[in-house]
Every structure is written in structure tokens, then in C-alpha cells.
């Protein structure tokens, strides 16, 4: 059992939310930070029977709000041992030249600039404790481009670069850094993507087993609990029936 602080972003659904159930039953403290405020107060009443639990409802995108909701956490709280950046989004899936450059900002703010913005804020406690660990949700695609993704997936290349250099700046101040990145997971993310069309985000996920939220939330957990000595610094986790971004053995 532990008594660790955990910042957990995207707490609200899908593998943050599956994260921040695991963790609670493991007694971390938890530090759930999301924009879905009824769904926070329900993680804070549901959660709260087994650990101690604090909410944070703002938007990961604006640093201003960021930053007046990690100060208003007690000075005890501020000691975060393990970030996990979970927050993220994908908007529409076009060739690049039909692209929607306001899905580029949203894609681009969230993963890549709200990352940014909260490990700033957690970053330099862990170096003058000389402790702490930084764990970075990535995707398959940062690691492989696949059609239509241009954007998103620029966005998450840019996540596995940003998790290489935390590793190499933080690794003389006894910090490790992590990055998982998971193939199909069936989550709200398709639902996002295609703009509130079920239908369509239903499709991704028929006709073959893609991964749940507490298959990853498994992982995060294997992850935190590994001896000091030991750092899991990449981990690539795709559904059995996926064999690349591109390639998925859908049984129809």
C-alpha cells in the first residue's frame, strides 16, 4: 500500500479515469485534474472511500487556469511523486490539405503544450526532492504516421521527443520518466475524433478485441511499482488483432 502523491490529468474517463480507480485501491493520494466537473465530484465521493482524494477542474490548455488551480493545492499536496500526463484528444481524420486548423490547435494545445505547461509546474519539486516519476501516455502514433493522422500524429511524435529529453535532463536528479503508448483502446477517443458521430466511432472498435482503459491502467501500475533501481522507460501495448497503426485483424 502507498502513500504517494499521484497527479493524474484526463481523470474523468477512459484510461485516466481506470488509472485513478486502480491507484485508489492501492492507496495512492490522488490528484485528479480534468474539465468535467460533475464527473470529478462523483471520482471525489466514489474514490474517497479509499484513499484520500483532491479534484482540480480546469483546462489543461490554459495556463492561467493551470496554474491558479495547482496553487490552490495545500503545500503538502504540491509534493507530487508520480505525474502521469494522460490528458488528450484527436480532432477529425483528413488528408492534410483538407485539415482543420482549428483541430490542429485543439490537438496541438492539449498534447503537446498542456503537457508542457502541468510538468513545469510538477517538474521542479521532484528535482529538489531528487525523487519523483513522470509518466507520459504517448500512442502508436508517435511512432508510426499513419493516413489522414498528419496532425495528430505530429502531435504525439512530439510527446515521444518531449519524454526523450525529460529522460536525459532529469536523469542526473534521480527522476525517471516513462512513456506508454497504447494502439486501439476503446475509450471516448474515436467519439471525439469524429465530432460526436457514434456510429462512426462505434466502427473503429467492431469486429476484433481492442484495448480497454484498465488494460493501460494495469501497465501504469506495473510501471510505479517497479524498485528504485528500475525505470520502464518505453513501452509500445497493442491489442492482439493489431499488428501496426495501419493493420488490424477485423473479423466482419
Not at 503544450?113 to 517538474?123: A, C, F, H, N, T
Not at 521542479?124 to 508517435?142: C, D, L, T, Y
Not at 525517471?176 to 462512426?200: H, M, Q, Y
Amino acid at each position: 500500500m502507498s502513500k504517494e502523491v499521484v497527479f493524474i490529468s484526463g481523470a474523468t474517463s477512459g484510461i485516466g479515469r481506470a488509472t485513478a480507480v486502480l491507484l485508489s485501491k492501492h492507496k495512492y493520494r490522488l490528484i485528479l485534474a480534468g474539465r468535467r466537473k460533475e464527473r470529478l465530484a462523483e471520482l471525489q465521493t466514489t474514490l474517497g472511500k479509499n484513499t484520500e482524494v483532491r479534484t482540480l477542474a480546469f483546462d489543461i490548455t490554459d495556463k492561467n487556469a493551470l496554474n491558479l488551480a495547482f496553487d490552490s493545492l495545500p503545500t503538502e499536496w504540491r509534493a507530487i511523486d508520480i505525474l502521469i500526463n494522460n490528458a488528450g484528444n484527436a480532432h477529425g481524420l483528413d488528408p492534410i490539405q483538407d485539415g482543420s486548423i482549428a483541430d490542429w490547435d485543439a490537438m496541438i494545445d492539449i498534447n503537446v503544450k498542456g503537457l508542457l505547461y502541468l510538468s513545469k509546474r510538477v517538474m521542479p519539486n521532484m528535482v529538489e526532492r531528487r525523487k519523483g516519476h513522470i509518466i507520459n501516455i504517448g500512442s502508436i502514433a508517435g511512432k508510426e504516421v499513419y493516413p489522414n493522422g498528419n496532425v495528430y500524429c505530429a502531435s504525439k511524435y512530439a510527446v515521444e521527443a518531449i519524454t526523450q529529453g525529460m529522460r536525459l535532463d532529469l536523469n542526473k536528479h534521480g527522476v525517471k520518466v516513462s512513456a506508454i503508448n497504447p494502439g486501439l483502446v476503446e475509450t471516448e477517443f474515436s467519439e471525439v475524433r469524429f465530432k460526436g458521430d457514434k456510429e462512426r466511432a462505434d466502427s473503429v472498435y467492431k469486429g476484433y478485441s481492442p484495448l480497454l482503459p484498465n488494460d493501460i491502467a494495469e501497465l501504469i501500475h506495473f510501471v510505479v511499482t517497479r524498485p528504485k533501481h528500475v525505470n520502464i522507460a518505453d513501452l509500445l501495448v497493442l491489442p492482439t488483432d493489431q499488428a501496426s497503426s495501419t493493420i488490424v485483424n477485423k473479423k466482419l
